[in-house]
């Protein structure tokens, strides 16, 4: 069994920056893909960020790109997404997620274990 517990989100004005981070209970954790999701009412869960297992390589959806950075510390059992340069859009609950399977994957339903979520809301 996978526990996911996200930390860090919060209200914030537009450009500012918050860093979420994602405890993971999973004995091997470093073979797992880790991602990040957001969603907002009425909408299907959207992909972010990934850091696939092994840390062999990321993957950061085009929407953020240049703004979030996502890094696991594989001796820690965690996985941050910082966000910068934020935009009122970006406003949603940020959901951490694993993936056991080592095939690539940034779909939201092919990620096996889900944290709570986080709300993140950028407003002035």
């Known amino acids: 069994q996978v526990q996911l517990v996200e930390s860090g989100g919060g209200l914030v004005q537009p450009g500012g920056s918050l860093r979420l981070s994602c405890a993971c209970s999973g004995r091997t954790f470093s073979s797992y893909s880790m991602g990040w999701f957001r969603q907002t009412p009425g909408k299907e869960r959207e992909f972010v960020a990934v850091s696939f297992w092994g840390g062999s390589g990321t993957a950061i959806a085009d929407s953020v790109k240049g703004r979030f950075t996502i890094s696991r510390d594989n001796a820690k059992n965690t996985v941050d997404l910082q966000m910068n340069s934020l935009k009122p859009e970006d406003t949603a609950v940020y959901y951490c997620?694993?993936?056991?399977?080592?095939?690539?994957?940034?779909?939201?339903?092919?990620?096996?274990?889900w944290g709570q979520g986080t709300q993140v809301t950028v407003s002035s």
């Open positions: 997620a694993a993936r056991l399977s080592r095939r690539a994957s940034t779909r939201f339903n092919e990620f096996d274990y």
